[in-house]
């Protein structure tokens, strides 16, 4: 789904990684960039993330932990629209930052900004994209909140008993999608797994809800790939890792 690939490539706009430059391609679409890119999507688990999500249509809330404001954060709400106007979910629920954990993390401010920004466009179709986001935060269609835990230095397996409130909210989703670098790290620990590993085994029994993250490689942690497939890519490129050419999606859906 092109949607999903869309929302991964705008983690590749990231200002720790581009010092503040834009690292976006210019002249190309997002759709576009999307399809240039598919091929170096390393590991793609989109239809059973679709193939979960239908069989629960519409599902009651699919969460996003947010990663970077700026474009990935656009990318976000279209995805979020996309489940929303599909009714693929009843409702979308996302989790930013209270401080910037890096330097580009949204928080409360950056996502007030980014509708503001939306409304006031001289572009119709932004405008009106914006109008409409703003009543689905009116409505609760769509809900923003911020959690201490989210900057605390605790992976994500530590999340049950540092911050349960938050497990148990992330628990009454059908799906939590985690956007981004740092979110992945978090939730393999950031160890020096071998590549291979799956991904479900790498998230140590984390699983308040069948989860999916959406990662564009920006350091040297990657789990949940076929057998030499690490060694064929570093073979083409040396710095595969730590670049965000290359992305992630990958699926753990929680056992019933």
């Known amino acids: 789904m092109v949607?999903?690939?869309?929302?991964?490539?705008?983690?590749?706009?990231?200002?720790?990684?581009?010092?503040?430059?834009?690292?976006?391609?210019?002249?190309?679409?997002?759709?576009?960039q999307a399809n240039?890119?598919?091929q170096n999507v390393l590991c793609d688990e989109t239809s059973h993330v679709?193939?979960?999500?239908?069989?629960?249509?519409?599902?009651?809330f699919v969460d996003i932990v947010l990663d970077n404001a700026g474009f990935e954060l656009f990318t976000?709400?279209?995805?979020?629209?996309f489940l929303?106007?599909?009714?693929?979910?009843?409702?979308?629920?996302?989790?930013?930052?209270?401080i910037p954990w890096f330097v580009s993390d949204v928080t409360a401010s950056d996502w007030q900004w980014s509708l503001e920004q939306?409304?006031?466009?001289?572009?119709?179709?932004?405008?009106?994209?914006?109008?409409?986001?703003?009543?689905?935060l009116l409505d609760e269609v769509w809900q923003f909140s911020t959690h201490p835990f989210w900057t605390l230095p605790c992976d994500y397996t530590s999340m049950k008993s540092v911050a349960r409130d938050l497990?148990?909210?992330?628990?009454?989703?059908?799906?939590?999608?985690?956007?981004?670098?740092?979110?992945?790290?978090?939730?393999?620990?950031?160890?020096?797994?071998p590549t291979t590993t799956p991904f479900s085994i790498a998230l140590r029994g984390f699983s308040p809800t069948?989860?999916?993250?959406?990662?564009?490689?920006?350091?040297?942690?990657?789990?949940?790939?076929?057998?030499?497939?690490a060694e064929s890519t570093r073979s083409q490129h040396a710095d595969w890792m730590l670049t965000g050419s290359y992305g992630v999606i990958q699926f753990h859906k929680m056992l019933s």
Not at 14 to 29: F, M, P, R
Not at 84 to 98: L, N, P
Not at 211 to 229: F, H, P, Y
């Open 3 to 32: 949607v999903g690939q869309v929302a991964l490539w705008g983690n590749k706009c990231d200002l720790s990684i581009s010092g503040g430059a834009s690292n976006y391609e210019k002249g190309v679409d997002p759709i576009g």
């Open 36 to 38: 240039v890119l598919r």
């Open 50 to 60: 679709w193939s979960m999500l239908a069989s629960l249509k519409p599902c009651r």
């Open 76 to 81: 976000d709400l279209c995805l979020a629209e």
């Open 84 to 98: 929303i106007s599909s009714g693929t979910a009843s409702r979308v629920r996302f989790h930013g930052k209270r």
């Open 118 to 136: 939306l409304i006031t466009s001289s572009a119709a179709e932004l405008c009106q994209l914006g109008q409409r986001w703003q009543q689905y």
């Open 167 to 193: 497990y148990d909210n992330l628990s009454s989703a059908d799906l939590v999608l985690f956007k981004g670098d740092l979110n992945y790290r978090k939730l393999v620990d950031d160890r020096a797994w």
């Open 210 to 229: 069948s989860l999916c993250s959406l990662r564009t490689l920006k350091c040297d942690v990657v789990v949940g790939l076929a057998e030499g497939q």
